[in-house]
C-alpha cells in the first residue's frame, strides 16, 4: 500500500461535509457557557485549531448534529483506502459520542475514554508501575546518583533544574536545535517555522502550543530539569504539535489533503495520535543523547501513566482530591505545585479523559515507529505526519 496519502473526489467531499459539522457542533458547544472556571482550556471549544476555509453548519440543538453524523457515518463504507475507511469509522464515531456527551447525556468517565478516543480505558496495573519504577532506580544509578529512589529523584532534578529566569533563553536555544534536526532528519519544509517561548502563569498544562500564533507556552509556575526542557520543545514543536500541523496545513493548502486535516478535535480518535507522535519527538530526532535523557524518558513515562491512573482514581473511584496528590508525589514523584496544576486539568469536565491520549498515543505510535525498518522511516513519517489517524490505525502501517 502506498502511503503518500492519495485521495479521491469521495474522501474530499465526505471530509468537507464532516468539517463543516464538526464546525456547526464546536459553534453550538460554545454558546453555552463553561462551568470549570478554566478559562485557559475553555477558549479552545471543542476545535483548537481550525486551518480551513470550510463554512460552518448552524445548529440550534444536538440532534441534528448527531443526525448529520450519522448520515455521514452511513457514507464511510465507500471510500477505497482501507486506512481512511477506518480512521473515519472511529473518528465519525467519537464525534457523534462526543456530541451526544455536549448534549446533556450523562457518560461514565470509562466510557468516555474508550468511545471518544477509541484507547483503552484501563489504568496501568500497580505492579507494571513497580517495574518502571525499578528502571528509573537503575537508569539514575547510571548517572551516578546513590541512595533511595526518592533520594536519587530530589538530587537528580536538584542538580538539573533550570532556573526560571532562565527558561526563555534555554527554550530559543533548544528550539533552534530541535528545528534542526527536523529539517535535517525529517521535513526540510519547516525550516522557517519559527515558535517563540512564552512564560505563563496560572495554568493547568506544563507547556501548550499555539501553532496559529507560533508561541510555545509554558507555565512558569513548575520548576523543570535541563532534560524536560528538551522533551517539551520536542512534544510541542519540533517534531511535535508545530511540526505536525505545518505538515497538514501544507498539504491542505496544496489540495493533497481533504479539510479534516486542518482541524484539531479535542477528545477524539485522532487526539491519541496528535499526543502520541509530541511524546515520541525525542525518539523521532534521536535527540536522547545520554543518561540523563534515558532517565527522563522513563519519568516522563511515569508521569504520564500516573496521570491517567489519577483521573481514574477521581472519576471512577470516587478517590479524594487528597488522597490522589499523595498517590501523584509517591508514585510520580510531584510537588505540591505540579500535583495541584494536574488536579485542575483531570477535573475539567471535557480535558478529564484527555489525559489517556498521552500515555496511549504514545504506546500505539512507538510500538509502529520500533518495527519500522531505518530506510522505510520516511515513509512512516509521511505516513504518520500527513495523513489522518486513530491509535488503532497508526498499527496499520505496513
Known sequence: MDFGWRYRDLDFELSEQFTSIVLGMDALYRSTPGTDGEASLEREGLVPINLTSVSSRVYSDWDAVVSDLTDIAATLYRLDDEVRRNYLYQQVGSVRALARWASGASVRFRDMVRHFMYINENPMSDRALTRLHAQLDVQLAACGLSGTLVEKVTAWETARVVPTHQLGSVLRDLLQQAKQRVVDHMFPEVADLEMEPVIVHNVPYSAYCDYVGRKMWINGDLSYTFEALKHLVAHEAFPGHAT??????????????????????????????????????????????GPDDRAYETYQLLK????????HMIHEEGTSDQRVVEFLKIK????????????RFFKHRLRAPFIYAYWRGYEAVFETFRRVPQGERQRFYDFLYRGMLSADTVRQFV
Open 332 to 343: 510520580a514523584f510531584a510537588d505540591d505545585v505540579y500535583a495541584a496544576s494536574r488536579l
Open 244 to 289: 505536525h500541523m505545518r505538515i497538514r496545513e501544507q498539504a491542505l493548502h496544496a489540495g493533497q489533503a481533504p479539510a479534516d486535516a486542518g482541524l484539531v478535535i479535542t477528545n477524539t480518535a485522532s487526539s491519541p495520535t496528535f499526543e502520541g507522535i509530541g511524546d515520541n519527538g525525542m525518539t523521532f530526532i534521536d535527540w536522547v543523547e
Open 304 to 311: 504520564s501513566i500516573c496521570g491517567s491512573k489519577a483521573a
